[in-house]
């Protein structure tokens, strides 16, 4: 590695952080002075999420190059351990953002533990085969939460699991003054949402220190190493399966710090709501954003979030401009002529770093 | 340089888009919310059909109040997309909130409505949790414990010695809630319950499993308090394997008629439990079932009843109540709160509804079974 080449990637990291941080300042200034609306604002927080999100699984998906289909799955975990978490310890922890960002490291941990779980079978096997198995147990995850009961009284933590179906939140025998947590397939029922906005952006500054800098590290060229050409990158020394189990390790956690935040910002969500069409909402976002771009995941996100919400003016063909915007979006990102063009524009303002060149 | 520009272009760009939240003049503001798009789309466009019309109505009568009403789609999401599609409600200027449609939806709005103080009435989120511990929340629907205890009191008074199965979808507070205080109810009255089977939203496509259990049990009696898409499955391959029990549903019953493809030979015969019948005689339901053939080309279901109802409860509350369209949403909330209980309604899904604190309605509910197509009474 040359210095040239360093300075170029510290430069884009820098500009990543510095477009970041703008964008919170403007928006809360704008926020602050009442020109964002209840809609608008309502957006930031789950925007802020599937930042996250997108940013974590770039790093399965376009750094370490393994097509993972379950990443909705550590975001469930996430969410559900974070909100027992927090409404847990509601009575011990009295400041709502203390909780939260104890929820959101134990949503982390979770979902590492879980990432690491999953990731011993899974990381064994290449492409199409992973895929499928990453999907399957995003799906597994989702049934097995659907079969959690939680609930807290001041004797402790009640946690029943409801395999066969027969039991209820009743089964869980709550001292008086005790808080049903998690009905079953109903999920998080009255969950104090202390999210903020605030916290979202110091999260999504946190994902971008993690995977920038383990991008850049030994580490990280030794996963890049694997995801080119994984038999190369065994023959000179590389511990495959370690590195591979590194970034997926990582992306998990991210993506459970990410989950804590968004569980915590409804006051009920249902592990449905995590199913196979999240973690494809979440891989569409990376794809478009560009494979191994951050930025691009950034940007793709908070397009792609807002696009449905603007096209509510369509009513009931809202849903259908979405997808015909989507495959026209697609479409044209991929059209040589407009790539050769931003090329082009990119080399005219000296700012062409490789990692964008070997990531398109 | 250039992409933290274009970020922040973009943001700005959209976000600069904002409305300020304007109130009419002389007009409420009623927004409507449910799924418009999405598996349970027939849902919310019958309520919103329905409302527009009982809107048009009373624009056109020779009322004092009058209104104007948008329905957002909320895809019958519980977490984001719910309240996303409430806040647009909101910034248009909303000052009533008819809905949500589905009961999911409808206990995440209604935890962020009782927190602003926005007055909601549900035309069919039956969950108690939508309206419990929140006063602002009233539903024009029975609540699932409700339908519950009316199902085990009908069959001990209609089905005395009857072997009872249950199958029930428990990711879904409406099913669940109601198969809850059916039981217990059961229990009370001395009907005997031989089978309890489960089934979630992914396993909803067979149920040979649960049908050969509740067969192997000596079911003779099966309840199905689920929604009418996947009772239609179990009614076919109930069929197929031959087993020919009494098929007793709720109000998600109600539809089973109008599925595609389905062959509604099959539903003769099933009892339901509905506040709404499409061929009651009564003068009001006449008028309406008319007038929505007439617009929409379909004979409404209960889910258009409720919807139609909830725009004249609406009406009568805020008459009770002396509210002005220049109040401002939590004020309206304020004073409908305590005439909602005062009030008597006359509707077409049942006369003179009244209304407790907790926000559950009050009506008879009517037992239908289908015979030649249409719904009659047993």
């Known amino acids: 590695m040359n210095m040239k080449r360093y300075f170029k990637d510290a430069r884009a990291d820098l500009l990543t952080y510095a477009g970041v941080i703008i964008a919170f300042l403007v928006i809360s200034a704008m926020k602050g002075n009442g020109m964002l609306n209840r809609s608008q604002t309502g957006l930031l927080v789950p925007i802020c999420c599937y930042i996250v999100m997108a940013v974590s699984l770039n790093l399965t998906v376009g750094i370490l190059g393994d097509l993972s289909l379950g990443h909705a799955g550590f975001m469930s975990v996430g969410a559900f351990s974070g909100v027992i978490t927090a409404m847990g310890l509601m009575n011990v922890i009295p400041s709502a953002p203390m909780r939260l960002a104890l929820a959101m490291v134990v949503g982390a941990l979770c979902a590492a533990i879980v990432g690491f779980l999953v990731g011993i079978p899974v990381l064994r096997l290449n492409g199409d085969y992973l895929a499928i198995v990453t999907l399957a147990f995003g799906e597994i995850i989702k049934e097995l939460i659907t079969c959690l009961i939680v609930g807290v009284d001041s004797k402790g933590l009640h946690v029943i699991f409801n395999v066969n179906g027969s039991k209820t939140a009743n089964d869980l025998t709550l001292l008086d003054g005790g808080r049903i947590i998690i009905k079953g397939a109903q999920g998080a029922t009255g969950t104090k949402t202390i999210a903020t906005f605030t916290a979202g952006f110091i999260l999504i500054m946190i994902t971008l220190v993690i995977v920038q800098n383990l991008v850049r590290s030994r580490h990280g060229r030794a996963i890049m190493a694997v995801r080119d050409n994984r038999i190369a990158a065994d023959s000179v020394g590389i511990p495959v399966t370690k590195y591979k189990m590194m970034a997926f390790v990582t992306s998990a956690s991210l993506a459970g710090a990410a989950g804590a935040l968004f569980g915590l910002n409804y006051s009920n969500l249902a592990a449905a709501k995590f199913d196979f069409n999240t973690s494809i909402l979440v891989l569409v976002f990376v794809v478009l954003g560009g494979l191994g771009n951050i930025w691009g995941s950034i940007i793709a996100t908070v397009i792609l979030y807002i696009l449905p919400e603007a096209l509510r003016g369509f009513s009931t063909y809202r849903m259908l401009i979405y997808a015909i915007v989507l495959i026209v979006v697609m479409l044209t990102t991929n059209n040589p002529i407009l790539k050769n063009y931003f090329a082009s524009l990119r080399s005219k303002f000296g700012k062409n770093s490789e990692k964008e060149a070997s990531a398109s | ?378």
Do not use: H
């Not at chain 2, 602003?116 to 602002?136: C, H, M, Q, W, Y």
């Not at chain 2, 015969?269 to 019948?277: E, N, R």
């Open chain 2, 1 to 378: 340089m250039k992409k933290s520009l274009a970020l922040i272009l973009a943001l700005t760009l959209v976000f600069a888009l904002a409305a300020p939240a304007a109130f009419a003049d002389g007009t409420f503001k009623i927004g409507g919310q449910g799924p418009l798009t999405g598996g349970a789309a027939i849902y919310g466009n019958a309520v919103m059909n329905a409302a527009q019309i009982a809107v048009d109505e009373i624009n056109a009568s020779d009322s004092a109040i009058k209104f104007e009403f948008q329905a957002q789609d909320d895809e019958a999401d519980s977490g984001d997309k719910a309240i996303n599609a409430y806040n647009t409600l909101m910034d248009w200027g909303m000052q009533i909130l008819l809905g949500p449609v589905t009961s999911g939806s409808g206990i995440t709005v209604a935890a962020q409505a009782y927190d602003e103080r926005t007055f909601l009435l549900t035309p069919s989120g039956s969950s108690v949790d939508l309206i419990a511990d929140k006063d602002n929340a009233f539903q024009v629907c029975f609540t699932d414990p409700n339908q519950g205890i009316a199902s085990a009191d009908y069959f001990a008074d209609n089905f005395a010695g009857a072997k009872v199965a249950v199958i029930y979808r428990n990711d879904d507070a409406y099913s669940q809630g109601i198969r809850d205080t059916f039981v217990k109810e059961a229990e009370a009255k001395g009907v005997s319950v031989v089978y309890e089977g489960t089934f979630t939203d992914a396993t909803s496509t067979d149920f040979n499993v649960q049908l050969t259990a509740a067969r192997d049990a000596g079911a003779d009696l099966l309840f199905l308090p689920i929604y009418y898409t996947p009772a239609s499955v179990i009614l076919q391959q109930a069929n197929q394997m031959g087993y020919k029990p009494t098929f007793f549903g709720v109000d998600g019953m109600d539809g089973i008629l109008t599925v595609e493809n389905f062959d509604t030979s099959l539903a003769e015969g099933v009892y339901l439990l509905t506040p709404f019948s499409a061929d009651a005689e009564d003068a009001r339901t006449q008028a309406f079932v008319a007038e929505y053939q007439k617009r929409y080309g379909e004979i409404p279901n209960q889910f258009a009843a409720d919807g139609y109802d909830a725009v004249y409860i609406i009406k009568a509350a805020l008459e009770a109540a002396n509210c002005t369209p220049d109040m401002s949403p939590a004020d309206i909330c304020e004073a409908v709160i305590p005439v909602m209980t005062t009030l008597k309604v006359d509707g077409v899904t049942g006369e003179g509804m009244t209304w407790a604190a907790t926000g559950e309605v009050s009506k008879a509910p009517m037992a239908i079974v289908i015979k030649d197509g249409a719904y009659v009474t047993p």
